[in-house]
Structure formats: C-alpha cells, structure tokens
C-alpha cells in the first residue's frame, strides 16, 4: 500500500522514521545511505517493516553491481562492449573485480538469508555491513571505470571472427 504523497511531507516523516532506527541500531546517517542507495524513493510505502524496506532497496542496486562485474569477469553472452574492456584489463584488475565479485555475492546471499529470517536486528546488521563494504568496493570500481575510459579509445582488432577479443 502506498501513502498519497504530493508534499515534502512524506519524505520528512520517512527521515524522522529512519533517525528512530539510526539511534537505535546505529545504521548510518540518512543523508549518507540515502546518496548512494537512493532510498528517499521508498518515502511514500507504507510498511510495518522498515529497515526491510530499505535492505531491499539497497540490495537492488548491489545486485545490479554484482551483475555488471559478472559480465567482465565471465563475459559469455555479455554486450559487446565488455569484450573491449576485458581486452585492456591487467591481473590486477581482474583480481579486484573477483574479489568485490565475492564481497557482492556474500551481500546477495545476506539478502535471501534475510529474506527468509527475518529480524529487525538482522536487517539493521545487514544495512551497515552491506553499507560498508559499498564503500569499499566503490572506490575501487569508479577507478577500474576510469581507467577503462582513459583507455576506450585504444584500437582493438576484430580477429576475423566476428567479435572482439
């Protein structure tokens, strides 16, 4: 069910909402989890379960991560693009991309787990740990991102097989 929100106001109830759980279980500032998961969109679903509400908002955006990096790491049936990118990747890249490959598949696996077990406590935990390791992987993947970029314009040759590699 969904609140009839035309106003700021269901959005600042939402972050007097969050600012109860941030207390209580200490899940990062509404202004830090909301710029990089977008939750203020959630504003208006009205919910017995908040912090529910919120890991499942997070965990789409993850998910979409843990995808992405999936489609470098192993490109069968990926878009042609991967392909250039994988061309121009080094051992270390490829060691990093697995490795936040892992952190995001644990985050997935956390999600069904609480999915299927629910507890307030839980979903706090998984919010701040999911959070963290955002951070973490971020960074690194904005930096493969630009190093990618920098380097899209090196020529890649066509092998006469009809696809880059």
């Known amino acids: 069910m969904e609140k009839n929100c035309k106003d700021k106001s269901c959005l600042d109830d939402f972050k007097k909402e969050y600012q109860k759980y941030e207390k209580n279980y200490k899940i990062p500032k509404f202004e830090e989890i909301n710029l990089e998961f977008h939750i203020e969109k959630i504003a208006d679903v ?3 379960y908040f912090l529910r509400e919120i ?3 997070m965990s789409e955006k993850l998910v979409t991560y843990l995808r992405f990096v999936e489609s470098i790491i192993n490109p ?3 878009p ?3 392909f250039s990118i994988t061309k121009n990747m080094n051992q270390k ?3 990093m991309l697995i490795r936040n490959y892992t952190e995001l598949s ?3 696996m956390n999600f069904v787990e609480r999915d299927l077990d629910y507890s307030e406590e839980k979903e706090a935990e998984f919010i701040n740990n999911s959070y ?3 951070k973490k992987i971020k960074k690194e993947l904005l ?3 630009q190093k990618v970029k920098k380097n899209w314009d090196n020529k890649t040759e066509i092998n006469g097989k009809g696809y880059l590699g």
Do not use: A, L, P, Q
């Open 143 to 145: 930096d493969f991102i």
């Open 106 to 108: 644990k985050i997935e």
């Open 132 to 134: 963290e390791t955002w």
């Open 46 to 48: 009205e919910t017995y």
């Open 93 to 95: 890249d490829k060691d």
């Open 76 to 78: 069968i049936n990926s």
């Open 55 to 57: 890991r499942k908002f």
């Open 80 to 82: 042609m693009f991967v």
